[in-house]
């Protein structure tokens, strides 16, 4: 199983900032940067995570994920189309990928994921979504479908959210808004860890 709080961050700073106040499933989703500043903020991430005993999951960046030796790497539909699963698996990485339909869905437990994620769960202001929110009955369609392995909700979620994703049938919930923008995102984490990890 995935931890169920599942903070996605910008960069290698926000990894050196969380994972001490007790993240231990992060994941690094960088966009549009050179491949010398990726692989030295993998390489900052992967370093904090070790430190602390967490596990980074770096976003799309599946070579670069294989040549600095991560354990896991995440995949969006596009990405997975293009990507060398094979070779990920031989190189020992574990592989999330995203799903925000049923053929989508086929198309990631088609690779045998080790996590599925599903959304918009809610609307999202983060980047414009071409599909409708999926909603807590769709989480719980989707869990029935993928068996064992673990489900992340993620798309506008608040803590608030997050536990009735948790409470719907997902395993991990995924935020990037709720934590980043906080003005406290410290506290914010904390207040996450408190209550996700919290005794059913």
Known sequence: MIDPF????????????????GARFIQLRIKDRPDAELR??????????????????????????IEERCAWVHLGQEDLA????????????????????????????????DYVALGPVWPTALKKMPWAPQGLDRLGEWKKRIGARPLVAIG?????RALLCLTAGADSA???????NSPDPIAQARAWIAATRAPA
């Open 6 to 21: 599942y903070p996605v961050v910008p960069d290698s700073d926000w990894v050196a900032r969380l994972v001490p106040a």
């Open 40 to 65: 030295r903020q993998v390489r900052e991430a992967q370093a904090v995570c070790a430190r602390h005993g967490a596990e980074l999951v770096v976003n799309d960046y599946w070579r670069i994920a």
């Open 82 to 113: 293009t990507a060398d699963v094979e070779a990920i698996r031989r190189a020992g990485l574990k592989l999330g990928v995203s799903t925000h339909d049923h053929a989508e869905l086929e198309k990631g437990l088609a690779v045998d994921p």
């Open 156 to 160: 506008g979620l608040t803590l608030e």
């Open 174 to 180: 995924a935020v990037v808004g709720d934590i980043v």
